[in-house]
């Protein structure tokens, strides 16, 4: 079986004085694809925010490699675990390239120079991610698709084993929605890193995943195989609405038909 990356053992959080993670236990296994879903507000945010200290989670809650997150330096930390965030209109003043060379940080000293593994992580992560084309390309020039597929790039060229993603393709058109989850599905099957995202995309959580984690109102709702996810009624009791399934006509798993309105 699969080594435990993260241990999160009943995790409470607040935020002014407002509970949003109630008692939340989860694991996450070295080589996952797992999806994050669940109702707006749930929590599933804030938890990925835990995972990488942006929030400090109380002590002894959180295990990454079996060691209490709060006793890894930050640095150490980012050299293990990338963060891609929700998309955003934030405009940085560098190439692509220069964007990703950035990412390298964690393996950086503060005087030291770009080294020859570092030019091979950077070229890496365009290959991988179809991208070399955007590499001279300033970043307030990339729509937001290309945008968010070189912010997965810089997150393959920071180098950890770990790729965190809050919502990777929200407001993106269908194709570059397309192309995102194809560079993660990439990545995943050709590297083998562990990758959790949040998403409130059911069918790609189904069509993409290994398993998901189905977190409402704090809590752990389900946790388990993505095509069990259609299963008893779990959809509908956690979103409170009927959905209506079919097969998929590639993958053969169940997935939800879009509503006539």
């Known amino acids: 079986m699969s080594k435990i990356l993260f241990n999160i053992e009943n995790l409470s959080f607040s935020i002014s004085k407002k509970e949003i993670l109630k008692s939340l236990s989860l694991k996450i296994y070295e ?116 945008k968010q597929m070189i912010f997965i790039a810089a ?20 194709k570059h929605e397309h192309n995102v989850y194809q560079i993660l599905k990439t990545i995943h099957q050709e590297t083998n890193k562990t990758i959790v995202t949040v998403t409130h995309n059911i069918n790609s959580a189904i069509l993409n995943s290994n398993r998901i984690a189905l977190i409402k109102n704090g809590k752990l709702d389900f946790y388990g195989n993505s095509v069990d996810i259609t299963k008893n009624n779990i959809l509908e009791k956690a979103y409170n609405k009927k959905f209506t399934f079919i097969k998929h006509p590639a993958s053969e798993k169940s997935i939800i038909v879009p509503e006539v309105v």
């Not at 996952?32 to 835990?50: H, Q, R, V, W």
């Not at 209490?68 to 560098?94: C, D, G, H, M, R």
């Not at 180098?159 to 919502?167: A, K, M, P, Q």
């Open 155 to 174: 997150a393959f060229a920071q180098g950890g084993e770990v790729i965190l993603l809050d919502e990777p393709a929200t407001f993106l058109d269908p």
């Open 31 to 146: 080589g996952d694809y797992l999806s994050i879903i669940g109702p707006n507000g749930g929590g599933k945010t804030t938890l990925i925010k835990c995972l990488i200290k942006i929030y400090q989670s109380p002590v002894n809650k959180i295990f990454f490699k079996e060691q209490p997150i709060e006793k890894i330096p930050q640095k150490k930390l980012a050299s293990q675990i990338s963060y891609v965030p929700q998309i955003n209109e934030t405009n940085f003043p560098f190439t692509a390239k220069e964007f990703l060379m950035l990412a390298r940080y964690p393996h950086l000293s503060r005087f030291s120079s770009v080294t020859a593994a570092d030019t091979k992580a950077v070229a890496s992560a365009f290959d991988i991610t179809n991208t070399t084309n955007l590499a001279n390309r300033f970043m307030n020039t990339l729509s937001g698709g290309e």
